[in-house]
């Protein structure tokens, strides 16, 4: 089946700087890629979503300053989190769906678990 | 976005059959009903989906009521594995199609 990866895996950083997340569709080309984030024993949440060659859409109460959303192929977007602070660590999770198959399933990457301290 | 509702938790024994409720009265003609799976520390991991008609695949099967306002995925053997937070959704026609999840089912299963 199709893969999503996601690197880091985790990451530790100090408050005030940014990290960023990449998320790359292994075998399939991705027009669209969703991120989330996750906070201990909640649900996901969605973010943005990342649409190739143009800018993301983000959802309401989520900053576009703060978590900075780059989709500049069709295997790669990247998450960068911009001047973390400790209320930012969680779980950032992205998704994809294969080109062209409309409503079809989607899928998730490992997860990056960022810690700022 | 139209949303489902499911119980918060569900318990089953090892290799008995699991029925999930979701309920989702709101559904729109075009949202396509979407089941994922998580396990602790890692990304979701797709399950199935259909439309109108039943569906069956590998994982699980997928009962549609006619209505469509609601779905029940069969596990049809429990397994240790199939241990994991359960989630219904509603995914929009479309490449674009967004998931929103709700809070799912947490499904324990017992030796």
Known sequence: GAVVSQHPSWVICKSGTSVKIECRSLDFQATTMFWYRQFPKQSLMLMATSNEGSKATYEQGVEKDKFLINHASLTLSTLTVTSAHPEDSSFYICSASIAGVRAGELFFGEGSRLTVL | ?111
């Not at chain 2, 089941?35 to 699980?60: C, D, F, K």
């Not at chain 2, 596990?75 to 999840?101: M, P, W």
């Open chain 2, 1 to 111: 976005d139209a949303k489902t509702t499911q119980p918060n938790s569900m318990e089953s024994n090892e290799e008995e059959p699991v029925h999930l409720p979701c309920n989702h009265s709101t559904i729109s003609g075009t949202d396509y009903i979407h089941w994922y799976r998580q396990l602790p520390s890692q990304g979701p991991e797709y399950v199935i989906h259909g439309l109108t008609s039943n569906v069956n695949n590998r994982m699980a099967s997928l009962a549609i009521a006619e209505d469509r306002k609601s779905s029940t995925l069969i596990l049809h053997r429990a397994t240790l594995r199939d241990a994991a937070v359960y989630y219904c959704i509603l995914r929009e026609s479309g490449n674009t199609g967004k998931l929103i999840f709700g809070q799912g089912t947490t499904l324990q299963v017992k030796p």
